[in-house]
């Protein structure tokens, strides 16, 4: 065992330790068995261990990765983050149409999970074993929503241009059919654990099935369903910022361009226009959702 | 066992109902208030967005063609008929399977070097083991960057600095990992037991001993349980890496898609759903045995 330096360790030496280190021989020939080695705990660390950075280098091989790519590319990004100082948008044009791509991207955002929300609604009461109790309706929903959740957002995207033609609304409908996926799934959990008692007090007053859902369910699930949806815009605003990379409208256009006639400083305003707008996002995400639901629910 | 129910005088009554009914205006017009401000937002996101309706039952005839399409092969027939020819890809070499290994290796190799990345600034991002704040500060907003950039955003810097491959995607995932895993291993770091920390800070033992001895074995487990999760995540992102030009088989279904042959997108998309179904059971099944391991000992 080595002993570290006293410049090594920024707390201040104990003495005990010192007496301790002293004694050591002594108190290895007394305690003999937590000195021992745990040789089978051991080898099976140093297995997975050595089993993941297997595959870690079998990997780099085979995608043919050198240090000099590395190190060439990083030389390059350096290159590039000076020419990235200061940010600028060059124009006054330019920053019109930048600003134009930020809202676009936020109207993608905003009504791309306002939809989903929307259609997933009812879903997520269909695919609810509570509400619907057979098994093969909510099987059937299930695996429709799995299927849609899969396939990312920029593929539906490339889909929808083809209906819709280029542009946001593109962007829209992709955000809402991939998001009504997973708000589907997502819905339906929260419906299952609601307590059944609202719902079984609601009935027995003489209240119809769809009061019941109404006025015993709706009140214990929509607080956990607007937080999930607050949740979606604050990830869909990160998503429609690259939706645009594929013609899907929104700023993400914008970004592609300039950094393919490599105008970085642009880039760079580019960024941070992007970074504060999710940052802004975000904490408007948070203050709805203590407004809404209220602090502890949050 | 039947009760009368005292009834208060209507006078006393008539003001708790004023009351009443005064909160319950009070909150059905805050409700009226939110709901026209969320359809003004509509509207105007609407405008921005060039939602057109008419646009769109015009043209959502082209959508349930285009889906069935996708499962007709150029000669007409359906995909099913001719399996064969419609995964033709997977038997070529450099096609499909081997885009498909190298789309998994980029979120393998993205995967671990972030995983590294967040394992290191956990620690220094953490309020209790790090007693100086602009060293703590600083690991945050870093982490903080790294995270909100989205993935794809790296990874088109870097295809132009790195030129066109795996290389960029892998550096994309890599530093979106350490941003997102680091946020999640320092808040796990900030929940430990303090008290094997101070029993080894007692005997002497310098930050690095402690970290080892006292932090690692309590977060282990959360740490490699978030690893597989990202690790799921990361290879549904590295599947459209190739939109940008770095790698995996996201370029063949861009190609697929911009040049209409339809058969192959569908080929291709099962075979990413599947691959991403295949990842996410076996993640699940390892961090099942994870645990057990970690109950069992």
Same mark, same amino acid.
């Given at each position: 065992m080595s002993t570290p330096s006293a410049a090594s360790s920024p707390t201040p030496r104990s003495s005990l330790r010192d007496i301790s280190l002293a004694q050591r021989a002594d108190i290895e020939a007394?305690?003999?068995?937590?000195?021992?080695?745990?040789?089978?705990?051991?080898?099976?660390?140093?297995?997975?261990?050595?089993? %993941?950075?297997?595959?870690? @280098? *079998?990997?780099?091989? &085979?995608?043919? %990765?050198?240090?000099?790519? @590395? *190190?060439?590319?990083? &030389?390059?990004?350096?290159?590039?983050?000076?020419?990235?100082m200061p940010p600028s948008f060059g124009t006054a044009a330019r920053l019109s149409a930048y600003l134009s791509g930020l809202a676009a991207t936020l109207a993608i955002a905003f009504l791309g999970t306002l939809l989903a929300a929307i259609i997933a609604f009812p879903f997520g009461f269909l695919a609810a074993r509570n509400v619907i109790p057979n098994v093969f309706a909510h099987f059937a929903v299930r695996r429709v929503l799995d299927t849609l959740r899969a396939i990312d957002t920029l593929i539906w995207a490339l889909i929808w241009i083809n209906v819709v033609g280029l542009g946001p609304f593109a962007g829209i409908l992709a955000i809402m059919t991939s998001d009504f996926g997973a708000f589907g799934k997502l819905f339906s959990e929260a419906v299952e654990a609601t307590d059944a008692k609202a719902v079984e007090g609601i009935l027995s007053t003489g209240g119809g099935h769809l009061q019941s859902v109404r006025f015993g369910l709706l009140p214990q699930v929509l607080p956990v369903l607007i937080s999930q949806v607050l949740y979606f815009f604050e990830s869909n605003t990160r998503s429609a910022t690259i939706i645009g990379i594929v013609g899907a409208g929104g700023i993400g256009a914008s970004l592609y361009e300039e950094i393919q006639v490599n105008e970085w400083q642009h880039v760079a305003f580019l960024v941070l226009m992007i970074l504060i707008t999710v940052a802004a996002i975000d904490l408007i995400s948070a203050r709805l959702r203590v407004a809404i639901i209220g602090r502890r629910a949050a | 066992m039947a009760s009368a129910i005292r009834r208060l005088p209507d006078a006393q009554a008539a003001v708790r109902m004023r009351a009443y009914d005064g909160a319950i205006a009070a909150r059905r017009r805050r409700t009226y208030l939110g709901a026209a401000l969320l359809l003004?937002?509509?509207?105007?996101?609407?405008?921005?967005?060039?939602?057109?309706?008419?646009?769109?039952?015009?043209?959502?005839?082209?959508?349930?063609s285009y889906i069935g399409r996708l499962f007709y092969l150029d000669s007409g027939q359906p995909v099913v008929a001719n399996i064969s020819e419609w995964f033709w890809g997977v038997t070529q070499k450099s096609k499909w399977l081997p885009l498909l290994g190298e789309t998994l290796l980029i979120a393998y190799i993205g995967t671990?070097?972030?995983?590294?990345?967040?394992?290191?600034?956990?620690?220094?991002?953490?309020?209790?083991?790090v007693p100086s704040r602009w060293l703590r500060v600083f690991a945050r907003r870093y982490l903080e960057f790294c995270r909100t950039v989205p993935e794809l955003v790296f990874a088109l810097i870097f295809v132009v600095a790195f030129h066109l491959g795996p290389l960029p995607g892998i550096l994309a995932l890599a530093i979106h990992t350490t941003g997102a895993l680091g946020k999640l291993f320092a808040e796990v770091v900030e929940?430990?037991?303090?008290?094997?920390?101070?029993?080894?800070?007692?005997?002497?033992?310098?930050?690095?001993?402690?970290?080892?001895?006292a932090v690692l074995p309590q977060v282990l487990s959360n740490f490699v349980s978030y690893t597989l999760l990202r690790f799921e995540i990361n290879v549904r992102?590295?599947?459209?890496m190739g939109f940008v030009g770095a790698g995996g088989i996201g370029q063949e279904l861009l190609v697929s898609v911009r040049k209409f042959y339809y058969s192959d997108v569908s080929a291709i998309l099962l075979l990413l759903i599947a691959t991403v179904m295949i990842i996410d059971l076996l993640t699940e099944w390892l961090r099942h045995a994870l645990i057990g391991r970690e109950a069992g000992t």
């Open positions: 007394r305690h003999p068995i937590v000195f021992r080695a745990d040789v089978a705990r051991r080898a099976v660390t140093i297995g997975i261990v050595a089993a %993941i950075l297997g595959v870690y @280098v *079998f990997g780099l091989a &085979t995608l043919d %990765i050198s240090w000099g790519a @590395v *190190f060439d590319g990083l &030389t390059r990004l350096g290159e590039f983050a000076v020419l990235m | 003004a937002m509509i509207g105007l996101a609407g405008n921005v967005g060039e939602v057109s309706i008419p646009k769109f039952v015009a043209n959502i005839g082209n959508f349930t671990i070097t972030g995983a590294v990345g967040a394992f290191i600034w956990s620690f220094l991002a953490a309020q209790n083991l929940n430990i037991d303090m008290k094997p920390v101070e029993g080894l800070t007692a005997t002497g033992a310098s930050w690095v001993q402690t970290v080892r001895f992102s590295a599947g459209i």
